[in-house]
């Protein structure tokens, strides 16, 4: 017979649980110190499912927003739909830094990675920014960065400034490895 790890109670191995016999061998609590079914579903007293169908909102585990759960708009039951495209967003922008090198064509810095940006060498081959554009395939967007360069902010700035005029930039063009 099992033994109940909170309360040291003795209970049977089949019991009856809403009219149907349960096999709780496996069981490591009681049906009173775990009621049947609520394992790892409990929020708020209510399970994800009740919970979820009668409206009452989530908190996202990331920042603390409250949301009602849509599956169709990208929520999970942990994280709102603005984490989760920030996290893809995030990822995507790692992946094309990666790609290029990591670090200013020019100066060489690397501290902060949000301080990284693309610059487009002719304007006119520029299909769309690469900012912003998150949501596009990763495909598309590694065949725009082929024509431009990896630049910190300062120096991307310099560029449009005219400091660089005298450089040819084309020589920094960020190439893709097959």
Request: charge should be positive; include cysteine; hydrophobic fraction near 25%.
């Amino acid at each position: 017979m099992p033994t109940c790890k909170k309360c040291n109670m003795v209970f049977g191995h089949h019991q009856i649980v809403n009219g149907k016999e349960r096999n709780l061998q496996r069981r490591k609590y009681c049906l009173e110190c775990s009621p049947f079914g609520t394992r790892g579903t409990l929020v708020r007293g209510l399970k994800r499912k009740e919970q979820k169908s009668m409206g009452i909102p989530f908190t996202c585990s990331i920042c603390g927003k409250s949301y009602v759960y849509k599956r169709g708009s990208g929520h999970t039951f942990s994280k709102c739909n603005s984490c989760s495209v920030n996290f893809y967003r995030k990822k995507k922008k790692d992946t094309l830094l990666k790609i290029a090198g990591g670090s200013c064509s020019l100066c060489g810095y690397s501290k902060c990675k949000w301080a990284l940006t693309f610059h487009h060498l002719y304007g006119q081959e520029k299909e769309f920014a690469i900012s912003g554009n998150h949501c596009r395939k990763l495909s598309s967007l590694k065949e725009e960065i082929k024509k431009c360069i990896l630049v910190c902010e300062n120096c991307h700035r310099e560029i449009h400034y005219g400091i660089h005029v005298d450089k040819d930039l084309s020589q920094y063009k960020v190439t893709i490895k097959p």
